[in-house]
């Protein structure tokens, strides 16, 4: 094992040999095609829109083994990174340029008994953390664009465990958890130094997220605190040394709890947090419940306002329901709201980055659950509502193993730390994703228009973004995920739907190919209008059977 002080520097030219007979059997596979999907539906009046999906090229990577998997990590304009394991202690790291052929691939070594982790990425180079649960010894591999690699081991807190990995430079930013307790640890890789960065003092914080300002190099961490039934939020900014320069409080209404939230900077001056709040009397210490979409302004670090917006005032969130489940939803909101009151709601939102359009703000994300195989407790677990999308198991303080004390950090989902089983026998069975929704505010934060996009039968062992937004020249907005080898999409002029096609099949190589199965596909943007989908299939065509990683390159 490496100590702490340790680095060691490859070059692209120190390669496997063998993966080049890899990548020339993927060669094979590769091909450009002019075929071209088309998807016209005439709209209200004269109104017409089309949506266009074309599949400008593919790469097949050979899955011979059910444990050989590929990372995937967009550069934008730069390319594409692949990151797979080829044993135990070895793995390959592969950059494609923006027409999907091979610039560089290189090899690294991977310690005893660490596993991959995350990556991040900075905008100038890949950064990929290696490690394992309840550990205070790491490997962090920096690997530039043109292929230079600097391996990094570093140590640090006993049993800290790791929740969010970014970074900026040689500036390392890791949050996570020591004895059910916060922490934001800071490392120079450079220098090998590390120190715990200075945080919230409030009892009963959780670190919701970290992100990464690579405009102004800055990095942004989202705490939870709680006192009682109150939740607020409060953000913190720290320089790419670890400088903190700037502290956000969003305290909620008396009424109201602010379970989750993400900030964002629009300018030197001006931020954005947005997230989900809930009834505080709905708050308790096993369980956080959610109501509908704040969004607070925040000019020089001071709150400026803050509105919220109920899922019950949108007119589009709740029709991924049947339509019999529809009508008896809106006859209820309309009686409560005749009564002053409000149907009382639980979903969970995993919020977008903001776009901004002439002006005004779009917000998306997915409304997704927890499913749980019970057994020992009957269908639905110790309660009635565990599995369901309408009520809340986040109970995870005092019963599992990260008491989190009912605040939602999607970290603590996160199947590789383990919250996997309760007490109670329950086995984590993946996310349950219901449907997408996009909203559009003005700079008020007044609530203009909203839609939404169902999803079909699609679960995932990991919490992340599946579904992806873009806004068109002539100002509708497409929305689109990726499932069992298909895209679905829909067009939206704001409140109206201009095009909800059946889904877009992703092309396979050769015509006689029949894809027998698909798992774990994802669609992410890429640069300009392209786009990359990607993901394992099992296919039969002419020369027989094979299991590929595949990446396709689509332009919409």
Same mark, same amino acid.
């Given at each position: 094992?490496k100590?702490?002080?340790?680095?060691i520097?490859?070059s692209?030219?120190?390669?496997?040999h063998?993966f080049?007979?890899?990548?020339?059997r993927?060669?094979?596979?590769?091909?450009?095609t002019?075929?071209l +999907?088309c998807?016209l *539906?005439?709209g209200?009046?004269?109104?017409?829109?089309e949506l266009?999906?074309q599949?400008?090229?593919?790469?097949?990577?050979?899955?011979?083994?059910? #444990?050989?998997?590929?990372h995937?990590?967009?550069?934008?304009?730069?390319?594409?990174?692949?990151?797979s394991?080829?044993s135990?202690?070895t793995?390959?790291?592969q950059?494609?340029n923006?027409?999907?052929?091979r610039?560089?691939?290189?090899n690294?070594t991977?310690?005893d008994?660490?596993?991959?982790?995350?990556?991040s990425?900075?905008?100038?180079?890949?950064y990929?953390?290696?490690?394992?649960?309840?550990?205070?010894?790491?490997?962090?591999?920096?690997?530039?664009?043109?292929?230079?690699?600097?391996?990094f081991?570093?140590?640090?807190?006993?049993?800290?465990?790791i929740?969010?990995?970014?970074t900026?430079g040689?500036?390392v930013?890791m949050?996570?958890t020591? @004895?059910?307790e916060?922490?934001?640890?800071? &490392?120079?890789?450079?220098?090998?130094q590390s %120190?715990?960065?200075?945080?919230?003092?409030?009892?009963?914080?959780?670190?919701?997220?970290?992100?990464i300002?690579t405009?102004?190099?800055?990095?942004?961490v989202?705490?939870?605190a709680?006192?009682?039934?109150?939740?607020?939020?409060i953000?913190?900014t720290?320089d790419?040394?670890?400088?903190?320069?700037? =502290?956000v409080?969003v305290?909620?209404?008396?009424?109201?709890?602010?379970?989750n939230? @993400?900030l964002?900077?629009?300018?030197?001056s001006?931020?954005?947090?947005?997230g989900?709040?809930?009834?505080?009397?709905?708050q308790?210490?096993?369980?956080?419940?959610? =109501?509908?979409?704040?969004?607070?302004?925040?000019?020089?670090d001071?709150?400026?306002?803050? =509105?919220?917006h109920?899922?019950t005032?949108?007119?589009?969130?709740?029709?991924?329901?049947?339509?019999?489940?529809?009508?008896?939803?809106?006859?209820?909101?309309?009686?409560k709201?005749e009564?002053?009151?409000d149907?009382?709601? /639980?979903?969970?939102l995993?919020?977008?980055?903001i776009?901004?359009?002439n002006?005004?703000?779009?917000?998306?994300g997915?409304?997704? +659950?927890?499913?749980?195989?019970?057994?020992?407790?009957?269908m639905?677990?110790? /309660?009635?509502?565990w599995?369901s999308?309408?009520m809340s198991?986040?109970?995870?303080?005092g019963?599992g193993?990260f008491p989190?004390y009912?605040l939602?950090n999607?970290?603590y989902?996160?199947?590789?730390?383990?919250?996997r089983r309760m007490? #109670?026998?329950q086995?984590f /069975?993946?996310?349950?994703? &219901?449907?997408?929704?996009?909203a559009?505010? /003005?700079?008020?934060?007044?609530l203009?228009?909203?839609n939404?996009?169902?999803f079909e039968? *699609?679960?995932s062992m990991?919490? %992340?973004?599946?579904v992806?937004?873009? &806004?068109n020249?002539?100002?509708t907005v497409?929305?689109?995920?990726?499932?069992?080898g298909?895209?679905?999409a829909k067009?939206?002029?704001?409140d109206?739907?201009?095009?909800d096609?059946?889904?877009?099949?992703?092309?396979?190589?050769?015509?006689?190919?029949?894809?027998?199965?698909t798992?774990?596909?994802?669609?992410?943007?890429?640069?300009?209008?392209?786009?990359?989908?990607f993901g394992?299939q099992r296919?039969?065509?002419?020369?027989g059977?094979?299991n590929?990683?595949?990446l396709?390159?689509?332009?919409f």
């Amino acid at each position: 094992m490496k100590t702490h002080n340790e680095s060691i520097v490859h070059s692209p030219q120190q390669q496997d040999h063998s993966f080049a007979v890899l990548w020339a059997r993927a060669l094979r596979r590769i091909y450009s095609t002019s075929f071209l +999907y088309c998807l016209l *539906v005439t709209g209200f009046g004269l109104f017409t829109t089309e949506l266009k999906a074309q599949t400008v090229k593919r790469v097949e990577l050979p899955t011979p083994g059910a #444990n050989e998997s590929y990372h995937t990590i967009s550069l934008g304009a730069k390319g594409v990174v692949l990151v797979s394991q080829l044993s135990k202690n070895t793995f390959n790291i592969q950059k494609l340029n923006v027409d999907l052929d091979r610039d560089w691939s290189i090899n690294g070594t991977i310690e005893d008994n660490l596993d991959f982790i995350k990556s991040s990425y900075d905008g100038q180079s890949i950064y990929l953390l290696f490690s394992r649960s309840r550990t205070d010894f790491y490997q962090v591999v920096k690997v530039g664009i043109a292929g230079f690699m600097e391996t990094f081991y570093l140590t640090s807190v006993d049993r800290f465990q790791i929740t969010d990995f970014q970074t900026i430079g040689y500036s390392v930013f890791m949050a996570g958890t020591v @004895r059910d307790e916060p922490m934001l640890l800071y &490392t120079n890789l450079a220098s090998k130094q590390s %120190k715990i960065l200075p945080g919230v003092t409030q009892a009963n914080t959780v670190i919701q997220s970290v992100d990464i300002d690579t405009v102004h190099h800055l990095v942004n961490v989202c705490y939870a605190a709680r006192k009682g039934r109150e939740i607020k939020l409060i953000s913190r900014t720290y320089d790419e040394y670890g400088q903190s320069v700037g =502290q956000v409080m969003v305290s909620p209404d008396p009424d109201y709890s602010l379970l989750n939230g @993400r900030l964002f900077m629009l300018n030197d001056s001006t931020k954005l947090m947005i997230g989900t709040y809930g009834f505080r009397n709905m708050q308790g210490n096993n369980n956080s419940a959610s =109501q509908g979409l704040f969004l607070s302004k925040i000019v020089y670090d001071e709150v400026e306002f803050t =509105q919220y917006h109920s899922f019950t005032d949108f007119k589009n969130f709740f029709n991924f329901m049947s339509e019999r489940e529809l009508e008896r939803m809106q006859r209820k909101i309309e009686r409560k709201k005749e009564n002053g009151d409000d149907v009382k709601l /639980n979903y969970r939102l995993l919020v977008h980055d903001i776009i901004e359009q002439n002006g005004n703000y779009l917000i998306s994300g997915e409304v997704f +659950y927890p499913e749980y195989r019970n057994n020992t407790n009957g269908m639905y677990g110790m /309660n009635s509502w565990w599995g369901s999308p309408f009520m809340s198991p986040w109970g995870m303080g005092g019963m599992g193993m990260f008491p989190s004390y009912g605040l939602w950090n999607p970290y603590y989902w996160d199947p590789w730390f383990g919250a996997r089983r309760m007490n #109670n026998g329950q086995q984590f /069975n993946g996310f349950i994703y &219901t449907h997408a929704i996009v909203a559009g505010f /003005n700079p008020k934060g007044d609530l203009l228009w909203d839609n939404s996009l169902p999803f079909e039968n *699609v679960r995932s062992m990991e919490l %992340k973004e599946k579904v992806r937004v873009k &806004t068109n020249e002539d100002q509708t907005v497409s929305m689109f995920y990726s499932n069992k080898g298909a895209i679905k999409a829909k067009v939206f002029d704001k409140d109206r739907v201009l095009n909800d096609r059946h889904p877009i099949p992703i092309m396979t190589a050769d015509a006689g190919d029949k894809v027998r199965q698909t798992s774990t596909d994802e669609v992410l943007y890429w640069f300009d209008n392209y786009y990359l989908a990607f993901g394992y299939q099992r296919i039969t065509g002419d020369d027989g059977r094979r299991n590929v990683f595949y990446l396709n390159k689509i332009s919409f």
